[in-house]
Nanobody, 117 residues
């Protein structure tokens, strides 16, 4: 029903910036939440940030002040602007979509972010 495709990952130096994008296609519910989760090797997948269709944003404490999430509903695309990146931010970043009428999670394939010297 819904396909999510991430892009924008890559290698960046500590202190650098990177912007991820996620394009959604299919049947998108009007009331939903989309967000970004990340998973590093040997660790659990964790919420980075999400944004409700109402415009409300949520951020994990460890990215507040550094990351910014935004949505372009006309293009069914969500973005994550990442600044002041550290090696601890290295992970596979996954796009997530959850409609409220049917609370089932949809996931993208993931995009690798590596922060290294």
């Amino acid at each position: 029903q819904v396909q999510l495709v991430e892009s924008g990952g890559g290698l960046v130096q500590p202190g650098g910036s990177l912007t991820l994008s996620c394009a959604a296609s299919g049947s998108i519910a009007s009331f939903n939440v989309m967000g970004w989760h990340r998973q590093a090797p040997g660790k659990q997948r964790e919420l980075v940030a999400n944004m409700f269709s109402t415009g409300v944003r949520n951020y994990a404490d460890f990215v507040k002040g550094r990351f910014s999430i935004s949505r372009d509903n006309a293009k069914n695309t969500i973005y994550l602007q990442m600044n002041s990146l550290t090696p601890e931010d290295s992970a596979v970043y996954y796009c997530n979509y959850r409609p409220f009428v049917r609370p089932v999670d949809y996931w993208g394939q993931g995009t690798q972010v590596t922060v290294s010297t």
